[in-house]
Every structure is written in C-alpha cells, then in structure tokens.
C-alpha cells in the first residue's frame, strides 16, 4: 500500500501563484510515474501533470502548458506542482497520484493510488 500526504492548495487571485506538493510514503517501492489530475463536481476528471521518477519524462495538459511545472525530488519521494499566472478555470480539487511498477502514458496515469485532494481556488 502507497501512502500519499498533499500539501499546498488554497486560494489566490487571478495571475497568481501556488505550489502542491505530495509525499509517497517512504516503503513505497516500484513507483514508476507520479502525478496530478483535477476534478471540479459533476464534471470529467482531468490530467495536469505527469512525470516518470527517472525524472526523464514528463507530460502536461495542454491547458496548463507553459504556466505549470512538475518536479520530483526521489530522496524524499515527492512531487511537487507549481502552477502560475493562475486562471479562475483552474478552480478544482486537486489528486495527486502515484503509479507502482506501470508506467503513466499521460496525465492522467494509469495510476493505482490516489491522495485525499487539496482545494485550489482562483478568484477574478
């Protein structure tokens, strides 16, 4: 079992800036992609970010490309999501999401563990 603990979130103007951060526990072993998708009720669930843990992959929806960035830092298995010049359509829940001994083919995984959610909300 994969543990996951998500930090950051909250609420920021238009055009501003939050970083999400997440922590697979530390016996997690195989883990081959982490990643972030977003929900907003009673819509699809969307993939945001994805990245391979050999660091040498990543993937973004279009929507967020160029505004976004992943990153990872293996010694502490997390990832992280910093997300500027930040739009009110970006308002959801976000997951984090972690893949052990599958590889992801996008931001959307496949992925076998999921976070609780942390809320991003971005005001007009």
């Known amino acids: 079992q994969v543990h996951l603990t998500e930090s950051g979130g909250g609420s920021v103007q238009a055009g501003g800036s939050l970083n999400l951060s997440c922590t697979a526990s530390?016996?997690?072993?195989?883990?081959?992609?982490m990643g972030w998708f977003r929900q907003i009720p009673g819509k699809e669930r969307e993939g945001v970010a994805a990245?391979?843990?050999?660091?040498?992959?990543?993937f973004y929806d279009d929507s967020v490309k160029g505004r976004f960035t992943i990153s990872l830092d293996n010694a502490e298995n997390t990832v992280s999501l910093h997300m500027n010049d930040l739009k009110p359509e970006d308002t959801a829940l976000y997951y984090c999401?972690?893949?052990?001994?599958?590889?992801?083919?996008?931001?959307?995984?496949?992925?076998?563990?999921y976070g609780q959610g942390t809320q991003v909300t971005v005001s007009s």
């Open positions: 999401a972690v893949s052990r001994w599958v590889f992801c083919a996008g931001p959307l995984g496949p992925y076998n563990y």
């Open positions: 530390r016996t997690s072993s195989g883990l081959r992609c």
């Open positions: 990245i391979y843990t050999s660091g040498d992959k990543t």
